[in-house]
């Protein structure tokens, strides 16, 4: 399935691994592909996700709790992504929690052998210490998580340090709310595109029609979207709904 879109933005498609069952998220993530989501955004879940809203908490808990999916089968199941679409830009998002059990070092070499080049880490300060022994052995690259209060001084010091591409919240809320942009951001994008014109900037967080999706690329490159994938499966109208936003 192709579109055709109106706007020069890409969108970005979010999805728990492991939920509702393994093998349907690989069918899920597909999908996606096939609708044309341009970046997958693929969760390893955990039961306690700090950022995110009650969808994305219940896909997560499901996969944790009833299925008992591992750290393990989510890496199979990526292996399985990439062997499919091999060219198809992923980028791989969980907490810290996650991340440490497994081991910072072993994780990131996993990442890399699976050609995955950026990490959403939302609890983890991408300039912490911490941080860098998830990417100091890898070519891979944390992506910063910002609020439209992000100081200047902040957002200054996160640009000196070369992050590629930057993640937006749309507002002071978590996943899967009702939308909005918050006044700031077109300050916060014109700051990050001024001293980093190649890095791209991503807005989420309770993106869900359309209209809302060319609001987004009227500001930045990437619209995220998760909750209300997520509501499309669970209704049983998935490919409908990615051509719908997918054409926006």
């Known amino acids: 399935m192709t579109h055709t879109k109106k ?12 939920y509702p069952t393994l093998q349907e998220s690989i069918r899920t993530a597909e999908k996606y592909v096939e609708g044309g989501v341009e970046i997958l955004e693929l969760q390893i879940p955990f039961s306690h996700p700090t950022a995110d809203g009650p969808v ?16 393990q089968d989510c890496l199979e199941a ?28 072993r994780f990131a070499e996993a990442m890399e052998r699976l050609n995955i080049r950026h990490l ?15 990417t100091r052995h890898a070519n891979i690259k944390l992506v910063p ?3 439209a209060n992000a100081t200047d001084a902040r957002l200054e010091k996160l640009l000196a340090a070369g992050f590629d591409f930057y993640y937006l919240m749309s507002d002071f809320k978590i996943t899967g709310s009702t939308f909005s942009l918050h006044p700031r951001l077109q300050k916060v994008i014109g700051q990050i595109k001024q001293t980093a014109p190649e890095a791209r900037v991503g807005i ?15 500001a930045a490159d990437v619209a995220i979207i ?23």
């Open 145 to 147: 998580v910002l609020a």
């Open 226 to 248: 998760g909750s209300a994938l997520i509501r499309a499966q669970e209704a049983g109208g998935l490919e409908t709904y990615l051509s719908s936003v997918g054409s926006a």
């Open 56 to 71: 994305i908490t219940a896909a997560c808990r499901e996969a944790v709790e009833q299925q008992r999916v591992s750290m």
């Open 78 to 105: 990526l292996q399985t992504i990439r062997q499919r679409f091999p060219d198809q830009e992923i980028m791989v998002m969980s907490y810290v929690n996650r991340v440490y059990a497994f081991g910072p070092r």
């Open 120 to 134: 959403i880490i939302p609890d983890l300060p991408v300039d912490d210490a911490q941080a860098l022994a998830i």
């Open 204 to 218: 989420g967080f309770g993106i869900s029609t359309p209209e809302q999706v060319q609001m987004v690329y009227a």
């Open 7 to 18: 706007g020069a933005g890409a969108l970005m498609g979010h999805l728990v691994l492991g």
